[in-house]
């Protein structure tokens, strides 16, 4: 609805009739791979599509598999993901990051370490290992859109980032919140609403682009510009949260067994 209110105010393509059937069911993700939609507002939700079928397939492997073993079933995503990468990349011949049988990697690597959250951050504390992991993956962060652009480093480029979220706990391992209080808070505040700079940053930007705020085709956004939107997306962003999401996550409450923080 927001996509569709939006475009009355930005020249970008309208919203298509063929592509109503595909957000209704959250396949954007699948339409785009085959079914040949157009480019509009609307195209910023494949990543919705995506996560709400991981939604309803995760928590049947997890039902099924959790009981008898969390570990062997974060083994068998993280097998099928990196099967299905491969897959998309080399027989397939389509975008990984449009098919959602990839992303099974991630979601098999953050169960592993959900399982494995105590020994990862009980390491030992090593000083030389934290700064070779934190200087390897500055490094890889650096290099990582040269392996993406390359054909037969890409399929490494996904593997890589699926492990980021492990790398990050390892070299975070000794830090306790109640030295970075302040610190966690903000960290806390942005991570939360992450998701909806995500999502909306996409509609700023575009209607942005067709009124020319701070954009000009020969030149493209200027400083100001980038403020502006920047500030427009976090504002978008913060009221979705307290006054949409919030309002689900404290009913989620009633039903889950781990407290969340």
Sequence with gaps: MLCVVLNRFANSPTITLQEIPYLLTFTYNWGQIYGDLPGTMATITWSISVEEQIYFIFPILFLLLVKKNAKNL????????????????????????????????????????AVHEDKIRNAKKSKVNTYLVLVALLVYVLVFRDIAANEELRFFSYLASAFILPTTLYITRSIHS????????VLAYVGRRSYGCYLFHWSVWTVMVGKGIGFEKSEGFSIPGVLIGLLATVLISSFSYRYLEFPFLRRRKRFQQVESP
Excluded: Q, W, Y
């Design 178 to 185: 109640n030295k970075l209080s302040i610190l966690n808070r």
């Design 74 to 113: 974060s083994i068998l995503l993280m097998i099928l993901g990196a099967f299905s990468v491969l897959l998309s990349l080399h027989a397939l011949d389509i975008a990984a990051e449009r098919f959602t049988p990839a992303f099974l990697l991630p979601v098999g690597v953050g169960l592993f370490c």
